[in-house]
């Protein structure tokens, strides 16, 4: 049976929405629409999440997920990445005798997710062997190939020239990442310390819902907006 740590990585320290990992959202911490959702599904063997503040570490636990405590001093800075974060967890849990096949990245920012993706992602690394991470994606509002850079001077420059003559619908799909969904390879984690690489598959997370992502007070009300017209709870 393939084993799938899940990790929530959550520092204390937001400058832009200060406290935002604890803040309530449609009636509960931010934080815990996403162990909930983790706690939910069947494909996590188990539910991890890393912080540097107590209180998140306490909330977070009693909405059901685990902690082995404070996250180190050297991941408690702005420089830290949650590439830093999984690596830790991973080899921290190892060190027990745990062993993982993947590794899912749970972010807080992003409290809305869907179960078939995952699912989706899941049945990729299990029957592609040579794809070393899944990432949700969501669909471009408009298309870069018709972007262009404007210097300080404000001219103009088109990124892609040859592109431009080009038909809106005749150009290809492009994406970008939206958060809802990491899942990479255990054994490639720890090797290659990051989850994206030119041969990562994706999985398209495009609904309203899963396209939250809160990291200002303005993504805040937009998010408890949207929670509120879809009725979620």
Same mark, same amino acid.
């Given at each position: 049976?393939?084993k799938?740590?899940?990790?929530?990585?959550?520092?204390?320290?937001?400058?832009?929405?200060?406290?935002?990992?604890?803040l309530?959202?449609a009636?509960?911490?931010?934080?815990?629409?996403?162990?909930e959702?983790?706690?939910?599904?069947?494909?996590?063997?188990r539910?991890?999440?890393?912080?540097?503040? *107590? %209180?998140?570490?306490?909330?977070?636990?009693a909405?059901?997920?685990?902690?082995?405590?404070?996250?180190?001093?050297?991941?408690?800075g702005?420089h830290a990445?949650?590439?830093?974060?999984?690596?830790?967890e991973?080899?921290?849990?190892?060190?027990?005798?745990?062993?993982? *096949?993947?590794?899912?990245l749970?972010?807080?920012?992003?409290p +809305?997710?869907?179960? *078939? $993706?995952?699912?989706?992602?899941?049945?990729i690394?299990?029957?592609?062997? %040579?794809?070393?991470?899944?990432?949700?994606?969501q669909i =471009?509002?408009? #298309?870069? +190939?018709?972007? +262009?850079e404007?210097?300080?001077?404000?001219?103009? #420059?088109?990124?892609?020239?040859?592109?431009? #003559? =080009?038909?809106?619908?005749?150009?290809? &799909?492009?994406?970008?990442?939206?958060?809802?969904?990491?899942?990479? $390879?255990?054994?490639?984690?720890?090797?290659?310390?990051?989850?994206?690489?030119?041969?990562?598959?994706?999985?398209?997370?495009d &609904?309203?819902? %899963?396209?939250?992502?809160?990291d200002t007070?303005?993504?805040?009300?937009?998010? %408890?907006?949207?929670? #509120?017209?879809?009725?979620?709870r």
């Open positions: 049976m393939v799938i740590l899940a990790i929530v990585p959550a520092r204390g320290g937001s400058k832009r929405l200060p406290r935002k990992n604890v309530p959202l009636g509960k911490p931010l934080i815990n629409w996403t162990i959702f983790a706690n939910a599904q069947d494909i996590f063997s539910v991890v999440v890393s912080s540097d503040d *107590d %209180e998140i570490l306490d909330v977070a636990c909405c059901g997920a685990e902690s082995s405590g404070r996250r180190p001093a050297h991941l408690s702005d990445s949650s590439i830093d974060v999984l690596v830790h991973l080899n921290q849990l190892e060190t027990k005798g745990e062993c993982y *096949d993947f590794v899912a749970l972010q807080p920012t992003t +809305f997710r869907n179960t *078939d $993706r995952w699912r989706q992602a899941l049945n690394l299990a029957n592609r062997p %040579e794809v070393p991470s899944v990432i949700g994606v =471009t509002d408009t #298309s870069p +190939f018709h972007a +262009f404007m210097s300080k001077n404000n001219d103009l #420059s088109a990124l892609f020239p040859e592109k431009l #003559s =080009t038909r809106s619908q005749d150009l290809s &799909t492009t994406v970008t990442v939206n958060g809802s969904l990491y899942l990479v $390879r255990a054994d490639v984690l720890k090797n290659e310390e990051k989850i994206f690489f030119p041969t990562s598959a994706a999985v398209v997370c &609904t309203v819902l %899963e396209r939250i992502d809160i007070n303005s993504d805040f009300l937009k998010a %408890e907006a949207i929670f #509120s017209q879809h009725s979620v």
